[in-house]
């Protein structure tokens, strides 16, 4: 029996091709794009062929339209449409078959007769379903519809039967109230104005077109850098606004008298003065000597003064519960966001068939978007051809010495690092008093060393060649964040150590302005070292490369090293907020310049990696090593000093107390006496500052967000999972299903009486 109908039901093995693929669509990259291949392959054609060599009977089409995922839910009459789309192409298989001199007319017949038996009662079927919709509201009924697996000239031609005469009864020929009427328009029109501006909102990010353009030509590494700078200029645009109203601009309208031993020279701005945050910036809102412990009167604002050292307590205080907020919520989402399944399996199929936006018209949006996709899709490969190749006892071996070497290496070089910082501290705070060629030194040496040693930590990394572009990334974060870690906790040593216990031996009046001076000292030069290693080391090296070297590879931007300078960076600024209030500002001002120079500078200098790989975790290791590593020792460091250090006593809100703490609760026994009304400020100041046990509640709080956030998240990758599994399942039994039917229907034909 060789009836090859292929010809006359082009419909029929056009499913065949398609329903097997859709089976799989939620499995794992590699089953889905392997499997779909070596179907077309020569070793497996003949399996293939099994199933497309003859033509299904009504028996088979019957017990496939029974499969539990075409008759589950609203899912059980959606097969009724695509057989019934092929009645007229079975009507024409039967009169080709009465017309035909084939020896078998009997055999074709029955069958005919079988098929028309089927057609009949599927036409039935589908007026049951037409009567379902109809019996339904609009809404339901449309609900019903969008969850079937039909074409979508199916579902209009079943919603024009179901929904005609609904269609026919227009909103104007009801018999509605006006103000019906109105109400409705003015919701549609309210939505559709929403609608149309949603696109114009998402532009209206800061750095959309420039973020779009970098991820589609360097890939979601690269954009993690980007996005995280523009993440840090927000914690700073916070900070300083909250600084800005509540301590800086009540100061600045009611400035303090000068001192008594004033220097006239103070009142002379230089460009040394700017470099050094010495001189008229000493004696500015630029830092804490500048502020008073007097109340100021802002008079028709306030019912009562306002106290200059409260405020300068309260919004820190504020200021740093607030930033820790949104970074719990930053963690807990990002996790969600990056550790969920979807991430990777399934989506090769949906971004090669799928990502494509109809919409875009203009060439360079056209572009953009090709870049996009080939990018993503070239990330998506990498991480399916990822692994490690098969090596020897050896081989395993001298690659162990070579890291344990690299690692010696790195760690020596740290650990002399911060030896030397430490050192050149202690000769610093020998020379009495300080000198402002010494200062710059010493933040120089610094910078310096933060510059060098990344350098030899990627020749350590190019020396251990790692098989994973990811690996090697993570790999130098570690590294270079072991040597700002090391860096800063000798920093905080000399501030919080030795200068502040001390201040008086070393001739310092106003310790905290001193250690402010430091930090904007290391943060200005900072960028300037970025700077200078973005033309010397990018720009310069490109050229060397192209002009002596006659190469045209270009470097591949470093996320590590920059992105730990942005942490780097971040974590003085969070430290010396105490001691420059206005220190945000020039955060600010730096990230500005930062993001449009690395812009520049990466596409005239950078090329993409020649590994592509998809930084689906990288923004959540960013924002965990910036709450943990970089905010909770700012934030320590800044409650020691409040709590435990004895402020100057000649500068400052703080002046004449022993910790800066007690003016707090100078001000709270002062505002119940002045003002019974307020006592239930005292009241909140003493239930929740003064009682760790809050503290101690609202950690555990943050803490358990986190958790029961990362379990939930781990709870639904593992749902995905099994049903990822089942679906694969699902699919392979169809496979085998529809081989064993097909393979009893040729046995029950070559057994029938008629043959």
Known sequence: ???????????????????????????????????????????????????????????????????????TGPNSDAVISW????????????????????????????????????????????????SKLRGLSVGEGMRKLRAMPLSLADKMEIRRLAFSDVAESSLINRNIPCYSQLSVYISRTWRHCLFSCLPVLSSLKLWHSPLKKL?????????????FIRTLLLFNLVLFVINGLFLVFPQAVNPPPPPPLYDSHLDSFTGLDLLTGTGYLSQSVMFYGYYTNTNTDLSGMLITSYSIPAAYFFTIAIAFFIICIVLVYSISTSFGRSFRVLKSNGNLAVKVFCSWDFKVSKRPSVRLQSEKISTQLKELLSEMISGEDEKSCMQRLCRFIVHLIAWATCLASISLGAMGVHYLSEAANNQRPFQESELLLMSAVVSGINLLLPGLFNLCAWIENHDSPSVQVYVSIFRNLLLKVSIVGVLCFRWLGRIAVEPESR????????????????????????????????????????????????????IARNVLELIYGQTLTWLGVLFAPLLPAVQIIKLFVLFYMKKTSLLLNCQASRKPWRASQMTTLFISLLCFPSFLGAAVSVTYTIWTIKPSTGCG??????????????WARGLNNDHPILSWLRWAYNSMVENPLVLFLASGVFLMVIYVHTQVVDGQRR?????????????????????????????SSLVSPHR
Request: with cysteine; hydrophobic share 35%.
């Open 215 to 227: 991820s589609g030509r360097y890939g979601t590494g690269v954009l993690s850098y980007f996005l």
């Open 719 to 747: 749902i995905i999972s099994q049903l990822e599994k089942q679906i694969e399942n699902e699919g392979k039994d169809k496979k085998f299903l529809i081989t064993k039917l097909q393979a009893i229907y040729e046995d």
């Open 83 to 130: 057989r019934s789309r092929h009645s007229s192409q079975l009507h024409r298989h039967q009169t080709s078959s009465h017309d035909s001199s084939h020896p078998r007319r009997p055999i074709q017949e029955d069958f005919v007769q079988a098929d028309m038996e089927e057609i009949s009662s599927e036409e039935n079927k589908k007026e049951q379903l037409l």
């Open 507 to 558: 001739g310092l009046q106003c310790w905290e302005s001193f250690v402010g001076q430091e930090l904007y000292r290391l943060l200005l030069m900072d960028f300037i070292f970025t700077v200078l290693y973005t033309f010397l080391g990018e720009f310069l090296w490109r050229l060397f490369s192209k002009k002596v070297l006659r190469r045209n590879r270009k470097p591949v931007f470093d």
């Open 653 to 666: 809100p703080f002046r004449n107390l022993t910790t800066m703490f007690e003016s707090e609760q100078l």
């Open 1 to 71: 029996m060789n009836w090859n109908l292929g010809e006359a039901e082009p419909g029929l093995h056009s499913w065949q091709f398609v329903a097997e693929p859709a089976a799989s669509t939620q499995r794992c990259p590699e089953t889905l794009q392997m499997d779909v291949f070596r179907e077309r392959t020569d070793s497996d054609r003949e399996h293939t062929h099994s199933l497309q060599r003859h033509r299904w009977s009504a028996a088979t089409l019957k017990v496939l339209s029974s499969m539990p995922s075409r008759t």
